[in-house]
DNA sequence: CGGATTTAACTTTTT
DNA sequence: GTTAAATCCG
């Protein structure tokens, strides 16, 4: 940074007013990052404050990453600030101080679905009626307590009924759990780091003289534990500096407080209240589209975004048939737009509200040869083989995991089963030891089998001798041992042909995602790592630079933005989802969703629905989403008629060897026929369309492969079965 | 006991 | 359409 010129005047102002509370009311758009950092820099070089006693804390990793580098580049130092998510930020102070709270520092982190297992055992373990509490129910429960900082004993306020005693139960016994597994949830890295602060007045002294100076982002998406922890943490010296939208709030379902942001003025008097209302993104007819719709929310602060860039084109919105249309018309709409206006595929993302609405997208991507990548739906860290890996890393760690025990005791199979195991669990309840210990104790007393003497002690012996290596050998290195010694590869994955190289492809993977791990400056312990890998989210890996179409969900594209948004799905029932068009502060959330959404975009927006859609297997015919009735009509436009077909693209390899596709500029463009939608009797076949062979007769499409002249077709005939066919010579015709 | 296959259930968003 | 549970079979 040379100076604030850069900087508008509110800007300026929020920046330079670096003592005592400050609010941002942040508009999309308006450069709320080059706040934040611009603040953390001119901390730095005009106060002589040090980069340790600031702390600026992000929703994502990747908004953090970035926010180092930018600051990184305007201070021109390389030391390392604090600037973290609220989760990284709570597990360091955690592993420092946790012994206070009674857990090792060894602790590991539960995701979600582990969470839910555990909570799933409990449930059968205490023999709670599924009718009164499923584990979804309980584990949402016991999440949105955490988030509020009650402990079980807080419950009964709420609650004052059979159901609330199960609840109880449950939670209390997950708690313990937790705790004897030196274990902790997301929620709890929360919970717990407000908890030390607030019990250990010199724990608290010593954080908040630390961290003098405090910057939040995504302010309107805290929870109550996030507000608390950042109460204690500023209490002191005040220096705090909020920075969000309350237009923007997403994650009120996940226990997101928005009063946070709208009683600030309360909680904090005396505070500056900064009001960016200027937009650097959009095009002025996206902008004020976007503002349309956002206007019919009733519990909004309020403001007015402007902006001094071109009016643009107008959004466009496409009703089609299917799903599977909508998928095509993006994908040649994104072809036109590239030839058509040069643009690049990473000039373009699609977002929608659900996940499963993705696979249909990703269909018609693959089939025109177009590179994608898609955000979210089953993360990485999910999938079993990753799973299980991590399971085997955990107990190295902390053998008294019992979740990750129970996990890979059997796998690969050594036929210590479920005869084996109950026995083990009785031991360990009896003694109130670990899984681990009580296997130890088993083979002591040594009333077993000799089979299962053998199996069970070779398998000690095996993750003991993993424990040993850890002191000598990286993470990589002991991945790549564990593999090796347990024969995953060989003995765990089956022996389908496809899925096999599925998943040893995602194991390579995560080994490649380890070394680049190691490479960090920072420590590079297995502790460390499997902190990081917990912690890390889909959006954290995007990596704007490749050529590709970016795919995600409206949630995750906050924070982000794109040249050219697609938004697909626009539908009642889907967005707003049915599941929250009952209340109006649901509907209400959703719409600020769709704000969000259409806020991405700079220069392009596009929106699509259908009129019949297949979800989960059955056909539904949605309404259009009551949000495209909101926009007023003055800045959107109807699409009527298929882009233009593009013939003249090619799959080009680069230099960087990265799969690029772009216009092959030296050959024109072919005009194709122009297809109206209602005209869908189409060109175009799909798995389940009805055709009619000169001489097969009638028959259903099975599967289609390849594109245009090379076009293969399965169809299933009534009377002559299954027949494979060239599109191209097959003369079939659509029924 | 374990693996493979079939059946049934359940469908939002995620740190 | 996917995934987990249930059932069947060796």
Request: with cysteine; charged share 30%; glycine share 4%.
């Amino acid at each position: 940074m040379e100076s604030l010129k850069d900087l508008n005047e509110m800007q300026k102002r929020a920046v330079e007013q670096i003592n005592g509370p400050v609010l941002v009311l942040a508009g999309a758009g308006s450069g709320k990052t080059r706040v934040i950092t611009y603040r953390i820099a001119h901390l730095k070089k005009n106060y002589g404050i040090l980069p340790e006693n600031v702390v600026a804390v992000t929703f994502t990793n990747k908004a953090a990453k970035e926010m180092k580098e930018r600051v990184l580049s305007l201070t021109g130092s390389g030391q390392i600030h604090w600037i973290s998510t609220f989760h990284s930020i709570c597990a360091k102070v955690l592993r420092k101080h946790c012994q206070m709270l009674g857990f090792e520092n060894n602790f590991v982190i539960y995701d979600s679905s582990d969470q839910l297992n555990m909570i799933k055992s409990i449930i059968e373990d205490l023999g709670v009626d599924e009718r009164v509490l499923t584990p979804d129910n309980a584990q949402s429960y016991i999440s949105s307590a955490k988030n509020q900082l009650k402990k079980p004993s807080d419950i009964n306020e709420v609650f004052n009924d059979y159901f609330s005693e199960q609840l109880i139960r449950v939670y209390s016994v997950y708690q313990k759990r937790l705790r004897k597994n030196n274990a902790m949830d997301f929620d709890d890295l929360l919970m717990h780091a407000a908890e030390l602060l607030k019990s250990n007045p010199d724990i608290l002294n010593y954080y908040s003289e630390k961290w003098q100076y405090i910057m939040v982002d995504e302010y309107q998406d805290t929870n109550h534990a996030q507000y608390q922890l950042i109460r204690l943490l500023s209490s002191k010296h005040k220096n705090l500096c909020v920075v969000g939208d309350d237009d923007q709030s997403i994650y009120r379902w996940r226990g997101a407080d928005i009063t946070n942001i709208l009683n600030f003025e309360k909680d904090f008097p005396d505070c500056l209240v900064v009001r960016l209302e200027q937009n650097y993104r959009s095009t002025k007819n996206i902008l004020r589209a976007a503002n349309s719709v956002i206007e019919k929310n009733l519990s909004r602060k309020g403001k007015s975004l402007w902006t001094e860039n071109i009016e643009g084109e107008k959004i466009h919105h496409a009703t089609l048939n299917s799903e599977v249309e909508e998928g095509l018309y993006i994908c040649r709409k994104i072809k036109e737009l590239c030839f058509n206006e040069k643009r690049r595929l990473n000039d373009f993302a699609i977002f929608y509200r659900t996940n499963a609405q993705s696979r249909v997208i990703e269909d018609m991507l693959r089939r025109e040869n177009m590179p994608y990548d898609i955000f979210g739906g089953v993360r990485f860290y999910d999938r079993k083989e990753i799973k299980d890996l991590l399971a085997y890393m955990r107990v190295v760690l902390n053998p008294d995991d019992d979740l990750s025990f129970e996990r890979i005791v059997n796998i690969p199979n050594r036929g210590i089963g479920e005869a084996t195991l109950s026995k083990i669990k009785k031991i360990a309840e009896r003694d109130s030891i670990s899984l681990y210990k009580a296997s130890e104790v088993f083979l002591k007393e040594g009333k077993l089998s000799l089979k299962t003497e053998t199996s069970l002690s070779e398998f000690l012996k095996l993750i003991c001798g993993f424990i040993n290596l850890q002191q000598r050998i990286s993470v990589s290195e002991l991945t790549e041992k564990i593999l090796e010694e347990t024969r995953y590869a060989e003995e765990v994955i089956g022996k389908n042909k496809e899925e096999r190289e599925g998943r040893i492809e995602n194991l390579r993977e995560f080994i490649s995602a380890v070394e680049e791990f190691e490479k960090s400056p920072e420590e590079t312990s297995l502790k460390a790592f499997l902190e990081q890998i917990s912690l890390i989210t889909a959006v954290d890996k995007y990596d704007e630079n490749l050529e590709r179409v970016t795919l995600m969900t409206l949630h995750n594209a906050k924070g982000l933005e794109f040249q050219v948004v697609f938004m697909c799905g626009m539908e009642e029932g889907l967005f707003p989802h049915f599941l929250s068009s009952n209340e109006s502060l649901e509907v209400e959330e959703e719409r600020r969703l769709c704000y969000v959404g259409m806020t991405r975009a700079k220069e392009r927006l596009f929106l699509t629905n259908t009129y019949r859609r297949k979800i989960y297997g059955a056909e539904r015919m949605n309404l259009s989403s009551r949000f495209l009735r909101e926009i007023s009509d003055e800045f959107i436009e109807v699409d009527r008629g298929w882009p233009e077909e593009q013939n003249s693209f090619d799959m080009k390899m680069e230099e960087n060897s990265h799969r690029v596709w772009r216009p092959d500029a030296t050959r024109g463009s072919d005009r194709s026929p122009d297809l109206s939608f209602s005209d869908k009797s189409d060109s175009f076949l799909r798995a389940g369309s009805k055709v009619l062979h000169p001489f097969f007769g009638k028959g259903t499409v099975l599967e289609t492969k390849g594109t245009g002249e090379n076009q293969k077709i399965t169809v299933s005939f009534i009377n002559v079965g299954v027949k494979k066919l060239s599109l191209k010579h097959a003369n079939l015709e659509k029924i």
